[in-house]
């Protein structure tokens, strides 16, 4: 990537300019062992390695010949080094030999990470100047965080593409370019092929002018562990005849965040060459209004046969992963993971850094939720409440796709879920936000990916002895 350089590219006359990173509790020593011009610049700009403080160190000719960075040893190296990429002037950059020791070593590779997210620029519809300094990857973390930052990286410009270029074709063309890439086989089932298989997909996808359709990729061993990533690609919600109002519908091209994060993940799990059986599953729709489009109180079909009454029609994704949920459990999957961004509720109750993680297995996403802090990609493990189950079955058909209430909507959306992944199956729910809504160094306004680092050190510690 435009942002790592490995050692054997440097060039002869390429010598690394090197960053060395400073808790505040060093500074007194180190302060002492630096030449009498260092210490006096470092007063001048008063850096005391506090958490955030950086300063670039002149050379005898006026160009940068060292970084300072203020780190805290008690929080993750993740965004330690995001505020740089913008500030360095262009040329190859190394953390200094012991820089890294504040951390145990296993978390050490996240301010590769943090900066490789730190270099992102969408510039598909405008120049946007993307930083010119390059980092010296060392080469036993390479490949991973690599694979990583351009996994994270994918998943923003997928979110970020407006619907008017990124529909449910498009969208099928970045998943089949994807297979291609990595050897897997690719299937799409489209428009009205879907009536009688999918009803739920057809449903909520057949009044828009693009057609809806059901992406599929396998990859791997057929006889090796199988996992399927499930992930709601509504490219764009209306809110159908529930129409939503005008800031409601600003940012909902990121309504395919979830096949989003399914597409990055399967990337890091090819790349990585995780030995499973992989099978990915994205229903892409767009929520669209017109004279055929479904209605609130139509009672609409499943492919599990299950009836559903149509509570709203702004609650569709539900409906879409029902169908795809159903498929992979046909389909023989032992273990489904499911990104969506699905509920409103998921937002009132934590906010947009924090998605609700749900699973069958609560002493595992009490797990993940562990692993995410860690690696400072958190998520939050909530529960299947079944006292709630009674909320989402009513009067005349076997399910609602709304609750009874407005309270505890996201936990409702789950048990919705919950009922089309057969009895069993290791199943895993993420009702992401997919947006950052302010600019932060590391994480500009815009598409995100959240949980995704977390869920592949899971999958890897699952899958990896």
Not at 217 to 225: C, N, Q, T, V, Y
Not at 345 to 365: F, M, Q, S
Not at 381 to 409: C, H, K, V, W
Request: overall charge negative; proline content about 7%.
């Amino acid at each position: 990537m435009p942002c790592f350089i490995a050692k054997d590219q440097l060039s002869g006359a390429s010598t690394p300019i090197e960053i060395c990173l400073l808790s505040a509790d060093q500074y007194t020593a180190w302060h002492a062992q630096q030449s009498p011009s260092h210490q006096r610049w470092a007063d001048h700009h008063g850096f005391k390695a506090k958490p955030g403080q950086s300063v670039m160190v002149p050379g005898e000719d006026g160009s940068v010949a060292a970084v300072w960075v203020g780190v805290d040893p008690e929080r993750s190296p993740l965004w330690t080094l995001v505020s740089l990429p913008a500030k360095l002037p262009e040329g190859p950059y190394r953390l200094s030999n012991d820089s890294l020791q504040h951390w145990p070593e296993h978390l050490q590779p996240l301010a590769y990470v943090g900066f490789g997210l730190a270099c992102y620029s969408f510039d598909r519809y405008k120049d946007q100047k993307c930083p010119a300094a390059q980092l010296v990857l060392p080469e036993s973390a390479a490949t991973e965080v690599e694979a990583l930052v351009q996994a994270s990286h994918l998943a923003r410009d997928i979110v970020n593409t407006p619907t008017n270029d990124m529909g449910p074709e498009a969208l099928s063309d970045t998943a089949k370019a994807m297979a291609q890439d990595h050897g897997a086989d690719f299937c799409v089932i489209l428009g009205d092929e879907l009536a009688q298989s999918f009803p739920a997909i057809h449903a909520v996808g057949r009044a828009s002018v693009h057609p809806p359709r059901l992406i599929t990729m396998k990859w791997g061993r057929e006889d090796a562990p199988s996992l399927a990533l499930v992930g709601k690609g509504v490219v764009f919600d209306s809110g159908g005849l529930s129409i939503k109002p005008a800031a409601g519908m600003a940012v909902m091209k990121k309504d395919l965040g979830g096949a989003a994060h399914v597409l990055a993940l399967a990337q890091v799990i090819m790349t990585l060459k995780l030995d499973i059986n992989l099978r990915v599953y994205i229903p892409a729709v767009e929520n669209a209004i017109a004279g055929n489009a479904y209605r609130p109180s139509d009672i609409i079909n499943t492919r599990k046969g299950t009836t559903v009454e149509v509570g709203n029609t702004d609650a569709e994704g539900r409906l879409v992963l029902a169908d795809a949920l159903t498929l992979a459990s046909e389909e023989g999957a032992e273990r489904i993971i499911d990104f969506a961004t699905l509920t409103g509720a998921a937002r009132v109750a934590l906010g947009e850094d924090l998605p609700p993680i749900y699973g069958r297995d609560l002493k595992a996403t009490r797990e993940i939720q562990d692993v995410s802090f860690e690696l400072d990609d958190p998520v939050w493990s909530m529960p299947l409440f079944e006292g709630y189950r009674s909320l989402i079955q009513p009067t005349y058909a076997d399910l609602s796709n709304t609750g009874g209430t407005p309270m505890g909507g996201s936990i409702t959306a789950a048990l919705f879920l919950d009922h089309f992944v057969e009895p069993g199956i290791d199943w895993y729910h993420l009702d992401i936000y997919a947006w950052n809504l302010t600019d932060r160094p590391g994480r500009p306004i815009g598409g995100e990916a959240q949980g995704l680092r977390a869920m592949w050190a899971w999958l890897k510690s699952q899958y990896t002895d």
